[in-house]
């Protein structure tokens, strides 16, 4: 849901009991839009998100590890300067609006003062301001005076709230009870009963300031439609909070400060709402790192298809060679015949039963002589280059094949772990950029476990991508068993044998697993090939993911994640 104010209220009233007395010891900009402050409180180090994200703008305390940006901008370098070591003094919403007001007592060798950073939660126009005795001293997103705007944000000018929105004030008694008769004449005949709470929900939502209409439609249903005028002013001021999320398919899809029908109680406000944006934050960073790399393997596929229609074009013109030879063969056999000038001639073809005649064609500039050279010339150039373009075709059909492999493993990644190691992949293939290093040298990277399975008490084993499967392959056991489907790219699945022997269940569902892992996904009676990891090998200078084996067996599986199975 969009932060309306009177979550956002309640947010500052929390944060205010947990966060006054905390001192700030690290400010971090994880991107352009989003903030991380680390805070003592004296009890525990928290971490503060401050978002300018128009579909994520929020304040609340979070529990997710973020990389910051290689180089910290210039606001984030500004903060650091003027509130490392500050003191939280208050954390308090401005009157019924989308603004948090956090007043810091900052003091250094040269200055003991009082700054405010305002933060700003109005979707797009979202946006953090640091201010001292009401002077800017920096904003996130700040103005120039060439911009035609009706605010300055740049350091130095005097800092101006946001125009209010042009909505009446859920704490103007008089004017919310002319709305609501106004809406009752409009669309009541008979009476409150007959409103619809919907509709009403919508009204309210569209001429009151501070709700997101979810809010509003969950207040009226709370508090019900005869009263309103009252009872909604007050709820906006006293309701206790008692925070809930909303699931659906076991993902949040909402959150409220108050319960509501169907709704799990959460322990605080910040830790439902960082659930509910930590989750969407994460959906949508997992689609757009998607989209990006299937739009890398799609040039990949452009160009490697170019490329392979450019080898299959040459190898077509190279099959004419032994024709070009037996007319070379004709002519040296019938140059008595033959005179210079001539543009075609008519020889009897003995390759052929009852010898028919054949045209061959003659540059009328050459001598016969040399016209049989020039058609041997062109056999010898298509029977080299025949020699050269059919191994060429074998190495273009197996890159083919890898790169259709690396699209299967995109199109099968189910979270950002499953992409990681892709990205890695067609990094070192040139088709994306390396992110910059952060600003120190790199931070060591961990290595992403593979897909574990406990199947009765066996541990079993599934690579994400090309790089976790030969990184798989590598680590199995000689005697550990191998599985990988049959005329389809999959992930290679290892089942750990710790000297026993493996029953058939298991081999059916591990191939089960790899079937689900693979593009067969959504067929039936997907085979799976399993043999001891000993018959598995990786020829020298093979593509990530690229194996030959022998002495197997096949199963034919219907595909099954077996997330019940599942240790990770």
């Known amino acids: 849901m969009p932060q309306d104010a009177f979550h956002i209220r309640r947010i500052a009233e929390e944060l205010n009991i947990l966060l006054v007395g905390g001192k700030v010891n690290r400010v971090s900009q994880v991107d352009k839009d989003e903030l991380t402050l680390i805070i003592y409180t004296g009890k525990a180090t928290v971490k503060l998100i401050l978002s300018t994200n128009a579909s994520n703008a929020r304040v609340c305390l979070s529990a997710v590890e973020k990389e910051p940006a290689p180089i910290a901008p210039n606001f984030c370098m500004l903060l650091r300067k003027h509130l490392l070591g500050a003191e939280i003094l208050s954390v308090k919403q401005r009157e019924f609006e989308r603004i948090i007001e956090i007043e810091l007592h900052c003091t250094s060798d040269f200055s003991d003062c009082n700054r405010t950073l305002v933060c700003e939660l109005m979707g797009k126009y979202s946006n953090i301001v640091l201010t001292e005795n009401g002077v800017i001293l920096g904003a996130l997103k700040s103005t120039s005076l060439d911009d035609s705007t009706r605010r300055i944000l740049f350091s130095g000018a005097k800092y101006e709230y946001p125009a209010p929105q042009e909505k009446i004030s859920v704490f103007d008694g008089a004017g919310m009870r002319i709305l609501i008769e106004n809406y009752r004449l409009a669309r009541v005949d008979n009476g409150a009963e007959n409103i619809d709470k919907d509709d009403f929900a919508r009204f309210i939502f569209e001429n009151v300031s501070g709700f997101a209409y979810s809010t509003v439609r969950m207040l009226v249903e709370k508090l019900g439609v005869d009263g309103l005028d009252e009872t909604l002013p007050h709820a906006c001021l006293h309701l206790p909070i008692e925070p809930c999320v909303l699931y659906q398919d076991g993902a949040p899809i909402d959150f409220f400060a108050f319960p509501v029908n169907g709704g799990i109680p959460a322990t605080s ?83 052929e039963p009852d010898c028919p005649t054949i045209k061959i064609s003659l540059d009328e500039s050459l001598s016969p002589q040399k016209n049989a050279q020039r058609y041997f010339k062109t056999y010898n150039k298509q029977k080299r280059a025949k020699e050269v373009l059919e191994p060429m075709l074998e190495t273009e059909r197996k890159e083919a094949s890898y790169v259709e492999s690396v699209a299967s493993a995109i199109s099968l990644a189910e979270s950002m772990q499953d992409l990681k190691e892709i990205e890695t992949e067609l990094i070192g293939l040139g088709l994306l950029h390396a992110p910059k290093e952060r600003a120190g040298g790199k931070k060591k990277e961990v290595e992403i476990p593979f897909r574990e399975y406990e199947i009765e008490g066996f541990r079993v084993y599934a690579g994400r991508n090309n790089l976790q499967n030969d990184r798989l392959v590598r680590s199995a ?27 058939e269940s298991v081999v059916k569902k591990s191939a089960e697993i790899c079937a689900y892992y693979s593009d067969g996904r959504n067929g039936d009676k997907i085979p799976v090939d399993y043999c001891e990891r000993r018959f598995v090998k990786k020829p020298s200078k093979s593509k990530a993911g690229f194996v030959v084996y022998t002495d197997y067996k096949t199963a034919l599986v219907t595909p099954n994640a077996h997330t019940q199975e599942s240790v990770n």
């Open 477 to 503: 056991g000689q005697n550990d068993l191998w599985l990988h489907t049959q005329k389809y790219h999959s992930s290679h699945v290892v089942i750990v044998r710790d000297g026993k022997e493996i029953p």
């Open 269 to 351: 406000l910040c830790r439902a709402e960082d659930e509910f944006y930590t989750y969407r934050e994460t959906k949508k960073g997992f689609e757009n790192k998607k989209r990006k790399l299937e739009s890398a393997i799609r040039s990949l596929k452009k160009k490697q298809a170019k490329r392979l229609q450019d080898v299959f074009d040459r190898l077509k013109n190279s099959e004419n060679a032994e024709e070009y030879k037996m007319k070379g063969e004709l002519l040296t056999a019938n140059l008595y015949r033959l005179t210079k000038g001539m543009k075609e001639c008519e020889l009897e073809n003995w390759y």
